[in-house]
């Protein structure tokens, strides 16, 4: 399908009214940005807390424009404010159900938004198709693993509906700001950020679409994240607005995408990848967890789920197949106590599980910075 143009879209937008105004939002200077990547398409709508309930129908019906145009797959439209709100001050109004400022990232030349942490040497995302197959335990020890192998690491938990860093790394207190900017709360060698730092679980389950982007926005672009070797980013399961919020306001190096053995779970799995590959955010390959389990008394090593599905998928995806973490008791007792098993027990079976993976991804990650530097961006087809 041929790719659709901003100004065509920009065009097409000058049918919806500013309620405010009565000029076409184009016209009346709202339309701030547009954005389009393959078929994907993201509008930022300009507004005010004062009238963004007024705008929100003007958000939805420009979404459901731009979805109508040839040549769009997905759009998405975001609210967003004048002035940039103090993180604190817009993590309240987050709560409260404004849409928060998510177009507050400096424009790069050319008016563009310029992408978010540019102080980052790699961003990877760790995602799967589907809840349930351990992703956010693979990206807290693959992160701890990376530190422990003596780089300076961040944790990014991006899955705004089902936060669970703060359990898995025993952290519960509010993030101190600093000018306009949250610090992140330290942990396990990590700088983590959450939401479920800054709001109760309830309220983030309730959020829309373009309230999550902007709540994700906010934790890279108001988070004083600082200069990282690597931000491992623990993504929402399935493919929806969080995906493409990452794949187009930083640069992401590359995925990581986690299932479990069972078939059906790899079904999911293909689609994480492919959405990765719409959105041309390499696919660093597959992890296997819960692989296989290992008898704690007697060491009988015996394949539950059946086994290999995810090397087997690996291949026929064109992608790597980046290693198996085994199903142990030990693994979920060290989470649920807020002590993540690659720091609290480095030696055990399982730490040197996510040792060997945390020094394949960091090798993968090297390959992909280097590719990037030199040339267009490496796409698995
Ligand atoms: P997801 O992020 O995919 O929803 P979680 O990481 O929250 O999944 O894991 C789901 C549950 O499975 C948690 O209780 C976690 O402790 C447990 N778990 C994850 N990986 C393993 C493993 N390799 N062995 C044992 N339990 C695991």
Redesign the pocket.
Known sequence: MAETSAEALRTALRAIKDPASGQDIVTAGLVEAIEVRGGLVQTTLLTDRAHAAAMEPVRREAEALLMRQPGVSNATAILTAHKTPPAAAAAHSTAAGVAPGAGQARRAPGGKPALLLPEVKAIVAVA?G???????????NLAVSLARQGHKVGLLDA?IY?P?LPR?VGLNRKPQVRGDKMIPLQAWGLACMSIGFLVDEETAMIWRGPMVMGALEQMMGQVEWGPLDVLVV?MP?GTGDAQLTMAQRVALTGAVI?STPQDIALIDARRGVRMFEKTKVPVLGLVE???FYCCPNCGHRADIFGHGGAKAEAVRLGTEFLGE????????????AGTPIAASAPESE?AK?YATLAARVWEKLSDATAARASGPRIVID
């Open positions: 799967s589907k809840g349930g197959v351990g992703k956010s335990t693979v990206a807290v899955d089902g669970s898995m623990d399961p986690v967890n819960m692989s973490i085994p199903l142990l008791l030990d693994i979920r007792t060290a989470s649920d399982a599980a």
